[in-house]
């Protein structure tokens, strides 16, 4: 069980830094050249996932009026990227609860003993 409880705690932290990355971008929106990022996720061996970093889009930016180079953040894209970070968030989250309901049964059939 507490294979599954460290799985549900990466999926929880891979959760938060994918919805770090994407706030940032939100806020970089207008940013003249800012070039949106995305959380590099890699798969443990032991189960679970882990942030191995960010990877720069390298897309660029619109041409603004004055000539400059406007951010390349997609925001469609960044809102289905929080709604995603959101359901990840929430599917280890119930992990959670589900493995603490398990706890509880087991420790009241012992007790019960």
């Known amino acids: 069980m507490g294979d599954i409880l460290g799985i549900a705690a990466s999926g929880l932290q891979a959760a938060q830094y ?3 990355v994407s706030a940032n971008n939100i806020a970089n929106a207008v940013t003249p050249g800012y070039k949106s990022q995305r ?3 890699v798969d443990l061996s032991d189960g ?3 942030v191995a970093g960010t990877s720069t889009d390298p897309t660029p ?3 603004l009026p004055d000539g400059s180079q406007g951010s390349n953040v997609d925001l469609a894209s960044e809102v289905v990227n929080t709604i995603q970070a959101r359901n990840l968030y929430t599917a280890n ?3 959670f609860r589900t493995a603490d309901q398990m706890y509880g049964t087991l420790l009241n059939i012992l007790d019960s003993d």
Do not use: N, S, T
Request: hydrophobic share 55%.
């Open 93 to 95: 989250a119930v992990v």
């Open 39 to 41: 959380p590099d996720l």
């Open 61 to 63: 930016g619109p041409i």
């Open 48 to 50: 679970g996932v882990a």
């Open 18 to 20: 994918d919805l770090g």
